[in-house]
């Protein structure tokens, strides 16, 4: 429960997987030791500490930022890890733990671009034996996870200025697009009506004209919501 010891664990392990040779291999080894578990309590705890400080104006400032870099890198970990490890992540309550972690640091810079690249990862696994994908996309509909993309995208601007925000775009509008391809007609009209009719995409288009993995990404949201008008 030492906050300093948690956030050097967790900046360890988010510098790790920008250095490893096999990141799939360093997925596979970590998800056997319970590491995807070990991080969605970490933030568990820091979300609870994250309350309590908020209901203490004179809490320590230092104690805040540990609380939000742990929360953000958390979600930079279980994000990589659910690339190849969907069924541990998921298992050990990852969904959940991203959506948490947004909901109390949702105006971090860091937390933004990995929530959304979380989330992404989680509804696209490359993992080959995934016990049900459509498990997993369900959750992230159901716990709120559509809004979590939309509320950072229609803030990162604010939060992080034009520049930084172009990659936010593009984790979030890969999420909407895996999110409306696999998760069916509910996860259409979700999408459809937290994104005005779509759009919030295309502003995100006009925003990020010259990005583009934004154009790619934007265009398959709004290729995939077309089906709602042949969806039953």
């Given at each position: 429960?030492?906050?300093?010891?948690?956030?050097?664990?967790?900046?360890?392990?988010?510098?790790?997987?920008?250095?490893?040779?096999?990141?799939?291999?360093?997925?596979?080894?970590?998800?056997?030791?319970?590491?995807?578990?070990?991080?969605?309590?970490?933030?568990?705890?820091?979300?609870?500490?994250?309350?309590?400080?908020?209901?203490?104006?004179?809490?320590?400032?230092?104690?805040?930022?540990?609380?939000?870099?742990?929360?953000?890198?958390?979600?930079?970990?279980?994000g990589e890890m659910a690339y190849d490890e969907a069924d541990a992540v998921f298992d050990a309550g990852g969904v959940d733990a991203v959506i948490w972690g947004f909901q109390l640091f949702g105006k971090d810079a860091l937390m933004l671009q990995n929530a959304c690249y979380a989330l992404r990862n989680l509804a696209m696994s490359r993992d080959p034996h995934p016990r049900d994908v459509s498990t997993c996309v369900s959750s992230i509909i159901s716990e709120g996870g559509i809004q979590v993309i939309v509320t950072a995208l229609e803030?990162?601007?604010?939060?992080?200025?034009?520049?930084?925000?172009?990659?936010?775009?593009?984790?979030g509008c890969d999420a909407l697009a895996c999110l409306t391809q696999l998760g069916g007609r509910a996860s259409r009209q979700c999408v459809f009506r937290e994104t005005v009719g779509g759009s919030l995409i295309v502003k995100a288009m006009n925003l990020f004209s010259r990005e583009i993995a934004v154009q790619q990404t934007g265009c398959n949201v709004m290729y995939n919501l077309l089906y709602l008008a042949f969806d039953q």
């Open positions: 429960g030492d906050l300093r010891l948690d956030a050097a664990a967790c900046r360890m392990f988010a510098e790790w997987v920008d250095e490893v040779d096999s990141l799939e291999e360093f997925n596979r080894r970590w998800a056997r030791v319970g590491l995807p578990k070990a991080l969605c309590y970490a933030m568990l705890r820091v979300c609870e500490r994250a309350d309590a400080l908020h209901a203490k104006p004179w809490s320590c400032e230092a104690e805040s930022s540990q609380c939000r870099e742990i929360a953000g890198y958390c979600c930079r970990v279980l803030t990162s601007v604010a939060v992080v200025g034009l520049l930084l925000s172009a990659e936010i775009y593009h984790y």
